[in-house]
């Protein structure tokens, strides 16, 4: 009797895993906004400003709740005008953006939810007398009644956020402050104060996907979102299309667009260092925020305790989401195995994308491109035992400017439980008719243990042929047992 009840309950969690597993596949990418709050240290290094720009071409993508202007490493001022110029700039586009797709906010309410920090870096600014404009402001946001995860992303120090946790902590009791921490994501670009090892060491539950450490010991050389353009400068890597990155192509596809574009600066040491915390949150059908080891334009990150690094302010004491590598194939035909390929492996997609957006800022929707909507003839989620043939199929996939349309399937073995690399050719999984809007692969059986069980994360690319190339995505994963 005993053992048959144990089957049962293995039985039911199977199935409840799977089922979970299932949804959170079918709402990878599902339409509902997420919410973000932005912490920047905008005014010293110019790509803040450029991020931002960026974040204006997506903001119908995510809800905004908070800019959130805090101290940056050099005066220790604060410059909230600096967002301000930005948005008033989107404020003179926003009814062309809003000609392409929906749901752009107005200016004002923009301007409405521009805050600041105090003026103090570090933790001098946390505790007692620290409260501010902007931690207050975070607070109400994560209060909001709202079932919806507040993302808060750091561009720069996140001391504001350490107020915020500070003051709740300090004035409610331990189930309330749990509620509260559990509301929270986090995507730092790397420790900018000593707040950020003060917020993971006291607050152990926070979601935060990092790359511990400062510049001055080296820790953005190592970190994963210098991949967003930083090839010559902090991070020195290869393989990736630095043309794309350059101050003479974002001339030419951003700065010579319009009132939005006039205002995006030229960078002094990379491209937009920030702009991988926000690029994670953008509904692409490839992004699942939720979980950041299934990788995204934002990049791919595991939960672990990283062992502790020279350029590190202190030890970690927890699981994070930091550092891990993808096996890629650059741009010089040679293969990449590297934390910096997570990011950079997407990049002439999220490149054109951002050019495309800021076409759609001067242009009417007849003169510019706009993406293709990916459509799959099965579920998502398929369970498989090996040796099965799998058929996949998007032939209802369409573009809305009547371009025709190219198909890339191609198996994401980092993402997935199930190693499938064949080391002889470097192919991840051979997928008959990979290029086509019909394709097929048989699960091969793994030497691996355990013996050709886990997940395999197959990725559909479709690219429209208009100009700028434009790119969406499905994620199927197959559940082999």
């Known amino acids: 009797m005993t053992y048959r009840m144990n089957l049962l309950r293995l039985a039911i969690l199977k199935f409840v895993f799977l089922a979970m597993l299932c949804f959170a596949v079918t709402t990878a990418s599902a339409t509902e906004k997420p919410r973000l709050v932005v912490l920047t240290d905008i005014g010293g290094d110019p790509d803040d400003q450029m991020s931002m720009v960026r974040l204006m ?25 600096y967002i301000e110029k930005i948005v008033s700039a989107y404020g003179q586009v926003r009814p062309n953006l809003e000609l392409h797709e929906p749901g752009f906010p107005t200016e004002q309410y923009l301007l409405d939810r521009i ?24 607070i109400r946001v994560v209060d909001k009644e709202d079932d919806r995860p507040v993302w808060v992303t750091v561009w720069g120090g996140p001391n504001v956020l350490a107020q915020a946790l500070w003051k709740v902590r300090e004035t409610r009791t331990p189930a309330e402050l749990a509620k509260f921490v559990a509301k929270l994501r986090v995507y730092a670009i790397s420790d900018q104060d000593n707040s950020g090892p003060w917020i993971r060491k006291e607050f152990p539950e926070l979601f935060y996907i990092v790359t511990p450490g400062v510049n001055a010991g080296g820790g953005f050389h190592h970190a994963t979102w210098i991949a967003i353009g930083g090839d010559k400068f902090h991070g020195r890597f290869d393989g990736a299309d630095f043309d794309l990155v350059t101050n003479e192509w974002l001339d030419r596809n951003i700065r ?24 994670y949150l953008i509904n692409n059908g490839l992004n699942s925020p939720e979980h950041p080891n299934w990788g995204g334009w934002g990049g791919r990150y595991e939960l672990y305790t990283p062992k502790t690094e020279k350029w590190f302010l202190e030890p970690e004491t927890r699981p994070i989401w930091t550092n891990v590598q993808d096996e890629v194939l650059g741009k010089d035909g040679e293969w990449h195995t590297t934390n910096h390929a997570t990011i950079w ?20 929707y007849e003169e510019a491109n706009h993406p293709p909507i990916v459509k799959l003839d099965h579920p998502a989620y398929i369970e498989a035992k090996p040796g099965e043939r799998i058929e996949l199929s ?12 190219s198909f890339e399937w191609f198996c994401y073995e980092e993402a997935g439980t199930r190693a499938m690399s064949n080391s002889r050719t470097g192919v991840k999984h051979e997928i008959y008719g990979f290029d086509q809007p019909q394709a097929r692969l048989t699960v091969k059986t793994s030497r691996v243990m355990p013996p ?30």
């Open 57 to 81: 071409t997506y903001a119908n993508h995510v809800d905004i709740e908070g800019l959130i202007a805090t101290p940056n490493a050099g005066p220790k001022k604060i410059y909230p005008e």
């Open 115 to 138: 805050s600041h920090g105090v003026p103090i870096d570090d933790m001098e600014g946390v505790g007692e007398g620290n409260d501010s404009p902007g931690s207050e402001l975070l």
């Open 256 to 279: 010579d667009k319009g009132p939005l574009g006039a205002v995006y600066p030229h960078w002094e040491y990379m491209m937009e260092g920030d702009t991988p915390s926000f690029l």
């Open 345 to 364: 492996r997407w990049r002439e997609a999220y490149q054109n994308d951002f050019s495309a957006r800021m076409d759609w800022t001067i242009l009417p």
């Open 394 to 405: 998007a032939t209802n996939s369409s573009d809305p400017d009547g371009d025709a349309l």
């Open 452 to 481: 050709g069980k886990g997940t395999m994360h197959i990725i559909l690319a479709v690219t429209d042929h208009g100009t700028p190339r434009l790119t969406r995505y499905q994620r199927i994963i197959i559940n082999v047992n």
